[in-house]
C-alpha cells in the first residue's frame, strides 16, 4: 500500500502524495485557548493541522510495528 502522506526533505514538512481522497466530513476539535490563538495566527492553518495529523499517525504506526 502506498503512503498518503511522505515527508519533504528539503522542509521537513508532510506532504499529500495525491493517493488519498479527502473525506466527505470534516473532523474538529476544541484546543486549550494558548494554543488555538497560536494555530489560529497561523498564515495556513489547515496545511499545518494536515501536516501535524500525519506525522502523529506515520509516529503511531512505527511504534506499532517496533
Known sequence: MKEKYVRNR????????GNGEMAIRPISVRLPAEMDAKVRAMPNRTEFLRNAIAKALQEEENFKSA
Not at 528539503?10 to 502524495?17: A, D, N, V
Request: aromatic fraction near 12%.
Open 10 to 17: 528539503q522542509t521537513g514538512r508532510y506532504e499529500e502524495t
